[in-house]
């Protein structure tokens, strides 16, 4: 835990442990006194970026200095940079979790995978009702976003009231009934807000954000007018969306074919908890679908930020064993992209092509995809109605919370400027940015959970650049000669025509020829990782890692 000085019981302090500065890994520490609250607890994927790494996690080791104040887990959603830390955490803490209903749902899928569901307790919340745990007072406001069952947390606390919005975009007239609590915000603004911290995702985007009748009504023409198959990419989790695309296919006379485990799973949740189930007359297995027509099939595939093992990935690459990219499909990428994620995207949309899918993106049809976070405008407006004191922007990169901040000035706040690891301290007389503590992400690689340390994460990386030549060498000693044997094996190092391995083991035998019996293990060690280096140098500029085995054997 940071060193502070000792908080009295009106002082609130809060700690960004992802996602602020940053996308992803969202997780936020309430803290007042001897308790403290995690607001959501997210990964961020690094899909291939670190050798054998499959996600990003909120410090532990900083979790683990709260672990006696620790008393809850309050979620405003169910995205994954939202709650897939769960698992994780819960291990190590125990603690509560409270959720709305379909992110509930989630989650104990989740935990199913991890063998964890009967030893964690999850209480499920409704909007509008209260929820005491410890100093704070929370309360649930209904936003509606891209997937179901959102809401913000309205925070009671000795140091004043506290909105954290979550995810949200203000939008009417969602298949499930869910309405942006206006009403509520306001109310709770007319109540005196010391603090809010707000999603700032598109505060760059200027205007309101499209809405979902829109995307309907665009994904209508568009899969109506396709030739042959439609095959739609977009995130698993865009429960509104999916209902779109099968909306739009059964008005064209088309089946739906869901390829992907992830939206497998949304989809059960959905048809199990939310107001807005599936219809199983509009859907057909994909072991099935050499049985109809091509213009009978709209096909909606995971990996629309091209995944390295989603399903439209695997197919742009010929390998996915469900799904072959035919010349009369048409390829429907009804999503943004996330930051980052440019490069292999546009990748993946060439090799689509050059199977001779028909693509249709945003860049050349905006109107098939609405994003699921509030633009500047409707960021404008719901700090209007709530009229904090003081503003804090979370969720975004660091422009993202600069422009945020810009925008919240503009309606009379008083705003604060952090990043992940700043502590921010609330009290009656106003916020200040306190010391910076260090919140290095863990790691998770497979069911092993480390720091950068514990799971080599420099040699991993040292390992993927630069290669590795392994070595072993067998020196016997006998009346002060030496004899050595040895044994080089290169991989991911540049070796020519395939003579690098034998001038390793050339230079070796010549070099340790002169050691004598004396000479320490280590110093021989150190002698072929100079020689092999040597030798690589005249095939690469890379210095590969050499690993040594070394077998001594003297009479």
């Known amino acids: 835990m940071p060193k502070t000085k000792k908080l009295d019981k009106q002082t609130v302090q809060l700690l960004p442990l992802g996602g602020v500065g940053r996308m992803g890994m969202n997780a936020m520490l309430l803290v007042c006194g001897d308790d403290a609250v995690l607001l959501d607890c997210g990964v961020s994927f690094v899909d291939g970026e670190i050798p054998g790494i499959d996600v990003m996690l909120p410090s532990l080791k900083v979790l683990a200095g709260y672990k006696k104040k620790l008393r809850a887990i309050v979620l405003t959603h169910g995205h994954e940079d939202h709650i897939g830390a769960l698992p994780h955490v819960l291990r190590l803490f125990p603690v509560p979790i409270y959720s709305t209903r379909f992110t509930a749902a989630l989650i104990a899928q989740r935990l199913r995978e991890h063998g964890m569901e009967s030893s964690v307790d999850l209480t499920v919340i409704k909007p509008g009702k209260k929820l005491k745990i410890g100093p704070f007072d929370f309360g649930f406001l209904r936003v509606t976003h891209s997937l179901p069952d959102c809401v913000s947390l309205a925070i009671g606390t000795p140091a004043g009231n506290i909105l954290f919005t979550g995810d949200f975009k203000i939008e009417a007239g969602l298949r499930d009934g869910a309405v942006f609590d206006e009403a509520g915000f306001r109310a709770f603004g007319d109540s005196g807000v010391a603090l809010m911290m707000s999603d700032s995702t598109n505060s760059e985007v200027p205007g309101w954000s499209a809405s979902e009748s829109g995307v309907a009504t665009a994904l209508t023409e568009v899969i109506g007018a396709c030739k042959g198959r439609a095959i739609v990419g977009l995130f698993a989790s865009n429960l509104y969306r999916v209902h779109t695309v099968v909306d739009a296919a059964r008005t064209a006379g088309r089946y739906t074919v869901l390829i992907g ?90 090799d689509l092509a050059r199977r001779g899918a028909h693509i249709i993106s945003t860049r050349t049809r905006r109107d098939i995809h609405a994003s699921g976070h509030a633009y500047s405008d409707e960021q404008r407006a719901l700090i209007s109605w709530v009229r904090p004191k003081h503003f804090f922007p979370v969720h975004g990169e660091y422009t993202f919370l600069q422009r945020h901040c810009e925008l919240a000035a503009e309606v009379g706040a008083k705003t604060v400027l952090a990043e992940n690891g700043q502590i921010l301290e609330l009290t009656h007389e106003g916020v200040s940015v306190r010391e910076l503590a260090d919140v290095t992400p863990w790691y998770a690689d497979g069911s092993i959970v480390g720091d950068a340390e514990t799971l080599q994460i420099k040699a991993r990386e040292k390992l993927a650049f630069n290669g590795v030549v392994a070595v072993s060498a067998r020196l016997k000693f006998h009346r002060g000669s030496v004899t050595a044997t040895t044994r080089a094996v290169p991989s991911g190092v540049y070796q020519g025509n395939g003579e690098l391995a034998g001038e390793i083991e050339q230079a070796l035998n010549r070099c340790l020829a002169d050691v004598d019996a004396k000479t320490a293990p280590e110093k021989i060690e150190s002698l072929i990782t100079q020689h092999v280096r040597k030798v690589c140098k005249r095939y690469t500029t890379r210095k590969p890692v050499v690993l040594a085995l070394v077998d001594i054997d003297k009479d």
Do not use: W
Not at 288 to 300: G, K, R, T, V
């Open 261 to 350: 485990r992830s939206l497998d799973r949304y989809v059960e949740c959905a048809n199990n908890a939310t107001d807005m189930p599936f219809d199983k007359d509009d859907f057909i297995e994909a072991k099935d679908m050499h049985l109809y027509d091509d213009e009978e099939l709209c096909i909606i595939c995971t990996g629309s930020q091209a995944e390295a093992r989603a399903a439209l990935s695997r197919a742009a690459q010929g390998i996915h064993p469900d799904l072959s990219i035919k010349n009369t499909d048409t390829v429907i990428l009804s999503s943004r992209v996330i930051p980052g994620n440019e490069k292999r995207i546009y990748s993946m949309i060439n």
